[in-house]
């Protein structure tokens, strides 16, 4: 019964990111006030060339996350941990390319654009991230969570900021990397992975609510005054949203991995 419930909960996660990723795609890329407000978003942005956090996504450094990923699972004789976390990065990847380039379109509404839904950059990031919590020790997981989930929020942040991607892109590759990610850890068994306490999840999950109270804050009231910087209300709503998102897929994983792994008397000693 308990296996049964583990799997229905994997089932429900990915249902809501697949739907999810269908109502972004459909009410950001094919009406004209999802256009509209992103192109609010992008006309508040700063575009730069090559920023360096960003210029960091390539195949090779890809590869070398995967190599890395592998090694820290092999070296913890999780071996289907292992595999499963690097097909999170290599189904993420590819599947994000062939959606952006091969199967979505972006209708010309308000203006021609090329599609970008989903961002490849947020895709590679938070597929490492991902992967990096199904093969690390239960001890550490929600370390490398809180740091994983800071770090895609700072990467959201300035893919918007940069004009690289519209908010809708970063959306969709957040949860495009939460429903692989999902639908992987159900090759894994119970061995392979040791559960860990609520304690993150549910810190991460209030943060969200809090990122998302400070989009609708921003939202009713306009605080463009308030930022010397420039930064004005569709850019605030955009950042706060992405961090809320980052924020709560974390905490599902999080939340995931901890009814999918056993004690960690049953997987044996730590490594």
């Known amino acids: 019964m308990g296996a049964l419930r583990t799997r229905w909960r994997h089932v429900f996660v990915a249902a809501v990111a697949a739907a999810a990723f269908a109502a972004i795609y459909l009410a950001g890329v094919h009406t004209t006030t999802g256009q509209s407000a992103e192109e609010s978003v992008l006309a508040a942005s700063r575009f730069a060339y090559d920023p360096p956090l960003l210029a960091l996504v390539s195949v090779p450094n890809l590869l070398l996350a995967s190599a890395i990923v592998a090694a820290i699972g092999l070296l913890r004789r999780r071996w289907i941990a292992a595999i499963a976390a690097v097909a999170i990065i290599g189904v993420s990847s590819v599947l994000a390319q062939i959606l952006k380039h091969g199967l979505l379109d972006r209708p010309m509404l308000l203006s021609w654009g090329e599609n970008t839904f989903p961002s490849g950059h947020m895709t590679a990031f938070a597929a490492v991230a991902f992967a990096l919590l199904l093969v690390v020790p239960a001890r550490i997981r929600p370390v490398v969570a809180v740091v994983g989930a800071l770090g895609l929020s700072v990467v959201g942040a300035l893919l918007l900021r940069f004009g690289w991607h519209r908010p809708s892109d970063v959306f969709g590759a957040i949860l495009l990397v939460t ?93």
């Open 179 to 271: 429903f692989v990610s999902t639908v992987a850890q159900l090759g894994v068994s119970r061995t392979q992975v040791v559960g860990t306490g609520r304690a993150g999840e549910r810190s991460l999950a209030a943060l969200s609510v809090v990122a998302a109270g400070l989009a609708a804050v921003a939202f009713v009231a306009r605080p463009e005054s308030l930022w010397p910087s420039g930064l004005t209300s569709p850019m605030l709503i955009a950042q706060c949203t992405t961090v809320a998102a980052v924020l709560m897929s974390v905490a599902a994983t999080l939340w995931l991995l901890r009814h999918r792994g056993c004690s960690a008397t049953q997987a044996g000693p730590a490594r």
